[in-house]
């Protein structure tokens, strides 16, 4: 055996090497707050006993967490190696010792609050090109001892080593680049929120809540979604990251004057504000992709009307920096609807995931159609000259809201007491308004529910009717009906092509 155990090492140690830097790279690509390191440390951190603590803190000061992450590189670097060594002759135990490794992060992830599938995405990618590393260099390495090994004057081990130093090389600079990788785009990520972080804009105010929006009652959405709660719809795997001085938008096509808008340009203009409902055509009856939110932002007719659309234009592709793009109908935009190149969502700057620095909102419209995150460029065009993301899927290329209304409390299944029930929820029509909603019990009489106010006819609106049902299982259903007296269909259709309809349908057990 001509090769010695420490080969062996050193290629657990660049293996393990390049799924950290992989991880890292991932975490960071991702907006995965924390590297699997960092994770780690922190349950670590959350698991010593209080005193342990205190000396920590009292013998390191500040740089008890910078102490406690080095030990766990350090330990990490010491454990790659020695699997490296196992390698050699336990393939699997040493696999085996790296999934033990890669679950501690995994259990470090699941026990933070509200994990997401995708936090755990940093680990799995360092583990996979962890094994690949290793199986790669230990391949070198067996070919290399084979040849050593051969009686064969033939044999070149020079050859095979060199192999080898190259295959080491290669996934040293593999994990170096992956490193800066990481790094340039933890920054950006930093950048764009230290921006928006300091960011005050002028004219932007704090959600100003009408009286009698809400009943209050437990269990229905509360009329304000918190921005933190507020659904999340999009194709980019990694959210653009842009500071508001390095953000532009281009006006631009069928128009008399191109115009290229930035930041400070638009922020300068005057400040339109309103409570608008968004929701997704994906929405299922009863779904929650749907939120509202006060957003603050300019609003676009008065800037396309500077633009000057030409006569012949009908449409606008809407296009973001993440390349997504969205067709809008003109008329859309240029109406006396408040359709506004959004800056803020509930009195803050736009949450970077919901379209940080700038993004497109506009009423009565589904978001595949309209509402355009990190938006950046606006070409005004005719709907037969093109195409978007959703259309070119079966989507429609028109997206108007469909009217629907949703039962909140009591949930679908709930024991309640029979007797007087209050049955509660929302009901939406964005841009044309709701004037009554109806609830009826296993399909009998339609009785009125008691609308609470809105301040326009852009938001949902929360209803309450109280009910007499009988012991046994019951069946509640609910619609709503515009303000142009339409009643919302009982038919149901599918989410594909342009949104679901039927009525909401729930079943409850009312008992003695
Ligand atoms: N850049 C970009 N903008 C986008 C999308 C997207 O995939 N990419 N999805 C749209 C869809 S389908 C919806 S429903 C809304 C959702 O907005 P939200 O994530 O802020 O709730 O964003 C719209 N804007
Ligand atoms: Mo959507």
Known sequence: MKTSRGWWALSGLVAGVVGLALSYAAAALLHVRESPVAVVAEGFASLTP??????????????????????????????????????RRRWWAAVTGYVVLAGIAVVAVATKPNPSVIDFAPT???????????????????????????????????????HFFL????????????????????????????????LRI??????????????????????ETPSDDFYLIDTAFIKPTIAPADWSLRIHGMVEKEITLSYRDLVAREI???????????????????????WSGVRLASILAEAGPLPEANAVLQT???????GTPLAALMDERNA?????????????????????????????????????????????????????????????????????????????????LVVAGV??????????????????????????????????????????VEEGSRQLRVRAIDLEDDVQTGAIADVLPDGATGWHTIEINAKA
Not at 204 to 223: H, L, N, R, Y
């Open 320 to 326: 973001s920096d993440d390349g997504w793009n969205c």
């Open 202 to 223: 002028e004219g932007v105010t704090a959600p100003d809540v009408p009286d009698g929006v809400s009943f209050e009652i437990p269990g229905v959405s509360t009329w």
């Open 427 to 468: 009901a939406w029509l964005q841009h044309t308004g709701i004037s009554a909603v109806e609830v009826q019990v296993d399909g009998g009489r339609w009785q009125r529910a008691e609308l609470a106010t809105t301040p326009n006819v852009d938001t949902w609106v929360q209803w309450r009717v109280s009910l007499d």
């Open 50 to 87: 209080g005193p342990v603590v205190k000396w920590a803190i009292n013998t390191f000061d500040k740089d008890d967490k910078k102490v406690l992450v080095v030990g766990i590189i350090l330990f990490l670097l010491v454990a790659f190696a020695l699997l490296g060594r196992l390698a």
């Open 167 to 198: 295959a080491v090389g290669g996934a040293t600079a593999f994990a170096g680049a992956a490193g800066l990788l990481g790094r340039v785009a933890g920054s950006a990520r930093r950048r764009a929120e230290e921006s928006r972080r300091l």
């Open 124 to 162: 799995v990618v360092g583990f996979l090109f962890w094994i690949v590393t290793l199986a790669v260099l230990a391949e070198w390495l067996r070919r290399w001892e084979l040849v050593a090994e051969s009686e064969d004057p033939r044999a070149e081990p020079m050859h095979t080593r060199r």
């Open 340 to 420: 506004m190149l959004a800056v803020a969502m509930n009195g803050e700057p736009l949450p970077i995931e919901h379209g940080f620095p700038v993004r497109t909102i506009v009423p009565g419209l589904y978001g595949y159609v309209s509402a355009t995150k990190w938006v950046v460029d606006m070409e005004v065009t005719r709907f037969d000259d093109i195409t978007a993301y959703w259309t070119d899927k079966g989507w429609s290329e028109l997206g108007p809201v469909k009217i629907a209304s949703r039962i909140d409390v009591p949930r679908n299944g709930d024991d309640v007491p029979a007797g007087e």
């Open 272 to 294: 339109t504000q309103d409570w608008i409902t968004l929701n997704c055509v994906s929405n299922t009856v009863g779904g929650d992709l749907i939120g509202n939110a006060w």
